[in-house]
T-cell receptor, first 116, second 112 residues
Framework: DTGVSQDPRHKITKRGQNVTFRCDPISEHNRLYWYRQTLGQGPEFLTYFQNEAQLEKSRLLSDRFSAERPKGSFSTLEIQRTEQGDSAMYLC??????????????FGDGTRLSIL | QQQVKQSPQSLIVQKGGISIINCAYENTAFDYFPWYQQFPGKGPALLIAIRPDVSEKKEGRFTISFNKSAKQFSLHIMDSQPGDSATYFCAATKAAGNKLTFGGGTRVLVKP
């Protein structure tokens, strides 16, 4: 169990640029989640996948945000035309969904995005 | 809409003391309540979790108490240690595999 891996750990970019983050879940986990955490706050749900299917998106996820999990393994989160308000920690989590017998979510260490 | 309210925002406890963090939820459909511990620069790490069919769960120095009628649950950290200094988040979800709704967090400082 190598844990959830996120890359990069830090990203600094200018306002208006596009950024992409990657998440590699725990290998046998079929569910993958993205959360956003601002300083001093709890994580807020953005979206999640079961295998390659995106099952739910939060209203927080504006049309500038897009997430993919093309082969049901790693996932990418892209933010287009970044804004100051996008500065946050972006957390990825994964879990094993087996119907009634669900397992808890395990988080990566996040990607900290800073918009200049 | 803040569906999970957490208090206090911060607390200071002496080494060996008890840290108590409280959470209240609104959505009666929630049926799984995990607690996460987060250190600076790290992601949240699962500490302990409870389902509403039990009123208390203990794992080592960590205990969750759950009051279904009051829609409240709390984390007790017994014999607090300096290494417990971290931010603690309660969360809730409809079954363990679905999206988590987090409380606002409690920064705990354990003084030696």
């Amino acid at each position: 169990d190598t844990g959830v891996s996120q890359d990069p750990r830090h990203k600094i970019t200018k306002r208006g640029q596009n950024v992409t983050f990657r998440c590699d879940p725990i290998s046998e986990h079929n569910r993958l989640y993205w959360y956003r955490q601002t300083l001093g706050q709890g994580p807020e749900f953005l979206t999640y996948f079961q295998n390659e299917a995106q099952l739910e998106k939060s209203r927080l996820l504006s049309d500038r945000f897009s997430a993919e999990r093309p082969k049901g393994s790693f996932s990418t989160l892209e933010i287009q035309r970044t804004e100051q308000g996008d500065s946050a920690m972006y957390l990825c989590a994964s879990s094993l969904y087996r119907g009634l017998d669900n397992q808890p979510q395990h988080f990566g260490d996040g990607t900290r995005l800073s918009i200049l | 809409q803040q569906q999970v309210k957490q208090s206090p925002q911060s607390l200071i406890v002496q080494k060996g003391g008890i840290s108590i963090i409280n959470c209240a939820y609104e959505n009666t459909a929630f049926d799984y309540f995990p607690w996460y511990q987060q250190f600076p620069g790290k992601g949240p790490a699962l500490l302990i979790a409870i389902r509403p069919d039990v009123s208390e769960k203990k794992e080592g120095r960590f205990t969750i108490s759950f009051n279904k009628s009051a829609k409240q649950f709390s984390l007790h950290i017994m014999d607090s240690q300096p290494g417990d200094s971290a931010t603690y988040f309660c969360a809730a979800t409809k079954a363990a595999g679905n999206k988590l709704t987090f409380g606002g967090g409690t920064r705990v400082l354990v003084k030696p």
